[in-house]
């Protein structure tokens, strides 16, 4: 049981904008920055948010972040075939160690 | 362009250890934050522990303080994550990760990833 909360799946259509969310505590998320990663099948997670709502160079502007509170999202919009992915949220916790979600599989329909 | 190179594919008897090392090339590892995660058959991600320069220690995740030594080679730019009492459990993909902190902030992410070794425990 992660202490972050994700969604275990969602599904939206090609060229269809999906949501997923991440929810925590103020012990985490509520004082700590977001980040989400992108983890194709059989590869190894890859950084996709970082500090809630930036992205490292070359990930498109189809994947946004936000933060609100103690909860996060990830946003994709003009979903492909090669969004099918788990995504994770990740942040720290007061004692300095780090915590992901349990993952949200994607299905493009 | 950090890159982070694990070894191969090891297979244990329960009780047993395990050492998984990480080659980095494109940084020295001196420069980098050196992190561990490791991820069950159809299970999501667990952090190990990883490297404070905070404070220069090495911080374990409760779960497996105890059990876990990490260690870094800096003649070599190779990282080392050693788990013993190996149980079916243990049985994963094992991560090393770069971790970026930006100095005067309390941003931290994980940005650079090995390519993942798997570690199966089995009698």
């Known amino acids: 049981q992660s202490v972050l909360t994700q969604p275990p799946s969602v599904s939206a259509a090609p060229g269809q904008k999906v949501t997923i969310s991440c929810s925590g505590s103020?012990?985490?998320?509520?004082?700590?920055?977001v980040s989400w990663y992108q983890q194709l099948p059989g590869t190894a997670p890859k950084l996709l948010i970082y500090e809630n709502n930036k992205r490292p160079s070359g990930i498109p502007d189809r994947f946004s972040g936000s933060k609100s509170g103690t909860s996060a999202t990830l946003g994709i919009t003009g979903l492909q075939t090669g969004d099918e992915a788990d995504y994770y949220c990740g942040t720290w916790d007061s004692s300095l160690s780090a915590l992901f979600g349990g993952g949200t599989k994607l299905t493009v329909l | 362009q950090v890159q982070l190179v694990q070894s191969g594919a090891e297979v244990k008897k329960p009780g047993a250890s395990v050492k998984v090392s990480c080659k980095v090339s494109?940084?020295?590892?001196?420069?980098?934050?050196m992190h561990w995660v490791r991820q069950a058959p159809g299970k999501g991600l667990e952090w190990m522990g990883g490297f404070d320069p905070e404070d220069g220690e090495t911080i374990y995740a409760q779960k497996f303080q105890g059990r876990v030594t990490m260690t870094e080679d800096t003649s070599t730019d190779t990282a080392y994550m050693e788990l013993s009492s190996l149980r079916s459990e243990d049985t994963a993909v094992y991560y090393c990760?770069?971790?970026?902190?930006?100095?005067?902030?309390?941003?931290?992410?994980?940005?650079?990833w090995g390519q993942g070794t798997l570690v199966t425990v089995s009698s």
């Open positions: 103020s012990s985490n998320i509520g004082n700590n920055y």
């Open positions: 494109g940084y020295t590892l001196t420069e980098l934050s």
């Open positions: 990760a770069t971790v970026f902190i930006a100095a005067g902030t309390s941003s931290s992410f994980f940005d650079y």
